[in-house]
């Protein structure tokens, strides 16, 4: 396989087509090597429009969704991050270059060790990769410039939308299946929030987050 051009074909036929027009976004996913992150059995997968499986049940989000909820956040280089769900990293060493430091919370060890060692590997040294609950990690922690939670979750705590810090953005995939909206949430003061819900998309659930009661005919 031709790296360089499986890369080039990911980011024009794959992430363009899904309104990631930023050029800087778009440059970080050149920069940033996905097959580095991927388990090296599924290296092969890397630049494959569909979520590749990173083991313990988990998987790596599809590169459109990772580089739409990049742009979305707009981070800015002196911008806090708190990101809940590590996976393998990828996203996390995608948020790192674009901010001045990460915090980031994995439920699993293992995959905590291998989020450590990809950053390593990619010489990414602003992120404090901690083995947790995001959730209980989020409200111990902050404020923070931006909140990304790389799971769906059936609704955003009111607590951790607290800990944005004022012009702060959390995004989020929220619902349940078959309908998901991303929410990006924006504090606009300290008792003001602004939401909308710019794109749909369905993604795996994120642990931790208690599921809601749900509204049955």
């Not at 794959?14 to 778009?26: A, E, G, S, T």
């Amino acid at each position: 396989m031709n790296i360089e051009q499986a890369r080039f074909n990911m980011i024009q036929q794959q992430i363009r087509p899904w309104n990631v027009l930023d050029d800087q976004v778009l440059e970080l996913m050149e920069e940033v090597k996905r097959e580095d992150f991927c388990p090296p059995e599924h290296r092969d997968l890397a630049f494959m429009d569909l979520e590749v499986p990173i083991g313990h049940g988990q998987v790596m989000l599809a590169p459109r969704v990772q580089a739409r909820l990049v742009q979305d956040l707009q981070l800015k280089p002196t911008d806090k991050v708190l990101q809940i769900g590590t996976g393998t990293g990828y996203m996390t060493a995608l948020l790192a270059r674009r901010s001045q430091q990460v915090l980031a919370f994995e439920t699993r060890a293992e995959l905590v060790k291998h989020t450590v060692d990809n950053l390593r590997n990619a010489g990414i040294t602003n992120v404090d990769v901690r083995h947790g609950d995001g959730l209980a990690g989020a409200l111990a922690n902050g404020p923070f410039d931006a909140i990304v939670l790389c799971g769906s979750v059936p609704a955003i705590p009111h607590e951790l939308q607290d800990k944005l810090s004022n012009g702060g953005r959390l995004i989020a995939v929220v619902g349940h299946e078959p309908m998901m909206h991303v929410n990006l949430v924006t504090r606009v003061n300290s008792g003001t929030f602004d939401t909308t819900k710019p794109w749909d998309v369905i993604i795996p659930r994120l642990e931790g987050f208690p599921e809601t009661p749900r509204f049955r005919f």
